[in-house]
Structure formats: structure tokens, C-alpha cells
């Protein structure tokens, strides 16, 4: 009772570690019981072993499905039925591994404290077989580089619907359906079935740990698309705005230049006394003045207050490119802003997204604003973005399927890819509004 207990506790890390979903204290209490109340109707004189065996598995399955469903209700069902199956099937595997290949290599026995108290070598033998696997996973996943924790994430970009549901059908053929083949043909009395298991653990340990190394190495090369991606991004943005100051100095050097000049001309018109020429001067000057400090350029000099570099030349391409558009754009940064207690390169990636979707939507319509704000609330570093609509009111339901979009197909992934850094990051919250022809997105980062 307790080995199963602690087996399925187990099962229930792997879960968790695979769809980034932390269970309440509550669920696994609600499991627990739904569990215990399942075993009390499992009676072995009133069904067959494969029967109970059956609903068992069944019962388990329907478990990690419902709770991955009620956390992730908007992903496909493929998706649920492999979260549920596969954190099973990788247990299972290597719990059989260890017990009838590494037993059998390497001969482990109990033999001499078999023989003085049986029942406490069966025990030992019992809770090795629970607790190693998971050890012996960790020690081979370091060896090999594989993180469990990347599978969501690759699942979804670099698995097909066909490959994953090829996937679900054959962890279905593992759990339940070899635990069933063994109720059928007992193992013990029947040495051809035993090396049939044996055999078919074997190849599954060995597929298990392709796909875990698949999947790890392409989200290692998405990381490191990205890491370039996001340097090509960050020099072209540097670039940009170091043209951008370079051309605030020449009309700051201009306005200098032709101000010495007006003063000159002030001078001469005082001491002739001419009233008419001062004043046409003056309203010159003003006019001009006026003109150079109202320009939206002007706004970017707040920027000093962002302390990274590389954050600083994004949001000022961003903002470059807004104003070349047409877009009325405003930005408030009233203090110091570090670095959010998240990847630099997630944080860039963030903030791209946010800026290329808020500057489509805001050409889209009547009046195109784009309002930015980087603050501290409650010690948790805020980044807001608004930017006008062209409807009164965006669906929110819809945006941030995978592929959906009012224009094109980037926006849709670009919110998609949104949501994901939102799962992968325990700290980071994403809020979204839409009202009064204003779509309003909130990326908060808790830093306590």
C-alpha cells in the first residue's frame, strides 16, 4: 500500500516536471481518495486479474488526464492523453528495467538476509525497486543531457498531430497494455512470455530515451536560433538608435548654430530699434522652437532610465519604427529599470512580441497610439503597452490560439509564443484587456 503510494507520488513529480502544472495540496488529497475508493470496489473473487488490472490503470490515467485538463483546458487532447500516459509509461519503464534487467545483469540478490528474515529481504527488494528508477533516470538524464522539463515545449513545436498521436499509441500498448498481457500469461510459469517482456521493455527504454534526446536536442538548437536571432535583433536595434542620437545631435547642433545666429540678428534690430524686425524674429524663433521640442523624437531620451543595453536598443528601434509609420507614440519610464529576474533573451523576446503586435494594431486604426510604460509596483517590475484598435473591443477568447490572427499568421504565434513564456516562468503574468478602442497587455514579473 505504501510502495504504491510512494510510486504514484513519484508519477505525480514526473507530471508535474513535464507540464510545468504544480498540483494544490487539495488535488492530491481529491486523487488520493478517487484512487483508494477505486482499490475498495476492486474485488478479486467478483472480477478477472486483467479486469482489475484494467481499472486500475484506467483509474490512474483518468487521474493525471482530468488534472491536466483542468489546468490547460484550451490544448488538443492529444496533448492531455500523453501528458497522463507518459509520466506512467517513463516510470514503469524504468521500475521494470531495474528490476528484471539490472537485477538480472547484475545479479543482485539478498540471498543471506533472504534466508534469515525473508520477509525483510522482500521488503528491501521492494522499496529499491520504487525508489531507484527515479534515481537511476536522474543519474542517466545528467549523462545524457536531457531535461524532462523541455518536453512541453518541444512537444508542441517539433511533434506533428500524426507523429504524437503514433506516440500516445504506443505508450498505450506499454501501460495498460502490457501490464494486461502479463495478467493474461503469468510471467513466472511461462519463460517465453518473460523474455517477450524483457524484450519489449528493452526497446521501449531505448526508444524512451531517443525521444527525450530528440526533443532536447532540438529545443537546444531553437535556443540557440534564438540566442542569434535575438543578437542580429539587438545590433540592428543598436544601430539604429545610435543613427537616431547621432541625428538628435545634428538638429540640436543646427538649432545652436542658426539660435546664435537669430541672436545676432535680435541685436542688430535692438540697437536700430526696429520694433517690426525683433518681433518677426521672435516669432520665428519660437515657431521653431516650439516645433523641435514638441517632435515625438524627443520622447526617447527617457530611455536613459532603462539600465540594459540591449533592452534600451530594442525598445528605441521599436520606437523609430512607430514614428516612421504614422504612430503617435508616448513612453513613461519615471525610474531606474533593471533587468526582470527572468532570461535576458526570453525578456527581449517578450518585449519584441509586444511591440510588433501593439504597432499592427495600432496602423489598423483611425488614430494610431502606442503608449509604453516600464514601472515598479509592489516591488514587482511591470512593463505595460497599449496600442489603439480599429475594433472597440478585441475578442480575447480567440487571439491566442496557435496560427489565429486578424492579419497575417506572425501575430497569432507571436501571442501563442506569449502564453508559453507565461507557462515556462512561475513568476511572469501576462494580463490582457480590450476596451474603448484600446488593447491594453500587462507583463508583470514577480521579484520577490
Known amino acids: 500500500m505504501l510502495l504504491n503510494f510512494v510510486g504514484f507520488v513519484i508519477v505525480g513529480i514526473l507530471f508535474q516536471q513535464i507540464t510545468k502544472v504544480k498540483l494544490t495540496f487539495l488535488e492530491w488529497v481529491l486523487i488520493i481518495i478517487f484512487l483508494q475508493a477505486v482499490s475498495f470496489f476492486m474485488n478479486p473473487q467478483k472480477y ?6 484494467l481499472m486500475k490503470d484506467i483509474s490512474v490515467i483518468f487521474c493525471l488526464l ?16 500523453f501528458y497522463a500516459l507518459y509520466p506512467i509509461n517513463l516510470y514503469m519503464i524504468l521500475h521494470e528495467v531495474y528490476c528484471y534487467i539490472i537485477f538480472a545483469i547484475f545479479s543482485i ?37 536531457i531535461d524532462i522539463s523541455n518536453v512541453r515545449k518541444t512537444l508542441k513545436n517539433y511533434l506533428s498531430a ?23 500469461a503469468p510471467f513466472e510459469k ?23 534526446f530528440y526533443l532536447n536536442f532540438r529545443h537546444g538548437q531553437e535556443q540557440k536560433e534564438e540566442l542569434l536571432r535575438n543578437q542580429e535583433m539587438e545590433l540592428t536595434a543598436l544601430e539604429n538608435y545610435s543613427k537616431h542620437v547621432e541625428s538628435l545631435y545634428q538638429e540640436v547642433r543646427s538649432f545652436r548654430h542658426d539660435y546664435a545666429n537669430v541672436l545676432m540678428s535680435l541685436k542688430m534690430g535692438i540697437d536700430q530699434g526696429n520694433l517690426d524686425d525683433i518681433k518677426k524674429i521672435y516669432e520665428e524663433i519660437t515657431a521653431d ?27 528605441s528601434a521599436k520606437f523609430l519604427q512607430a514614428e516612421n509609420q504614422g504612430i503617435e507614440i508616448s513612453l513613461e519610464v519615471s525610474e531606474k529599470m533593471g533587468t526582470p529576474k527572468i532570461p535576458l533573451i526570453s525578456y527581449i523576446r517578450i518585449l519584441s512580441i509586444l511591440f510588433d503586435n501593439a504597432i499592427e494594431g495600432a496602423l489598423e486604426s483611425a488614430e494610431p497610439k502606442i503608449s509604453v510604460a516600464n514601472f515598479y509596483q509592489d516591488g514587482d517590475f511591470v512593463f505595460m503597452i497599449e496600442n489603439s484598435t480599429k475594433e472597440k473591443s478585441v475578442d480575447l477568447t480567440k487571439i491566442f490560439e496557435r496560427g489565429y490572427s486578424t492579419k497575417g499568421d506572425n501575430r497569432g504565434l507571436g501571442l501563442a509564443t506569449l502564453m508559453d513564456f507565461q507557462d515556462d516562468y512561475e ?3 501576462v494580463e490582457t484587456r480590450s476596451s474603448d478602442y484600446t488593447f491594453t497587455q500587462v507583463v508583470r514579473i514577480f521579484e520577490a
Not at 292 to 310: C, H, M, Q, W
Request: charged share 10%.
Open 190 to 212: 511461462m519463460s517465453m512470455n518473460r523474455n517477450i517482456y524483457r524484450a519489449v521493455i528493452f526497446i521501449y527504454f531505448i526508444l524512451l530515451f531517443i525521444f527525450l
Open 48 to 53: 478477472s486479474m486483467v479486469a482489475l488490472v
Open 66 to 81: 482530468s488534472v491536466s485538463f483542468h489546468h490547460n483546458p484550451k490544448i488538443g487532447i492529444r496533448y492531455h492523453i
Open 289 to 315: 522652437s516650439t516645433k523641435l521640442v514638441k517632435n515625438n523624437k524627443f520622447d526617447l531620451t527617457r530611455l536613459a532610465n532603462i539600465t540594459d543595453s540591449g533592452v534600451k536598443s530594442l525598445m
Open 109 to 145: 540478490q539478498l540471498t543471506s538476509l533472504t534466508m534469515t528474515s525473508p520477509s525483510v529481504g522482500k521488503m528491501i527488494g521492494m522499496i529499491t525497486a520504487v525508489i531507484i528508477p527515479p534515481i537511476f533516470y536522474y543519474l542517466i538524464s545528467k549523462w545524457l543531457n
Open 162 to 184: 500524426r507523429a504524437l498521436r503514433f506516440v500516445n499509441v504506443l505508450l498505450l500498448l506499454f501501460y495498460p497494455g502490457m501490464e494486461c498481457f502479463g495478467a493474461i
Open 427 to 429: 513568476n511572469l503574468s
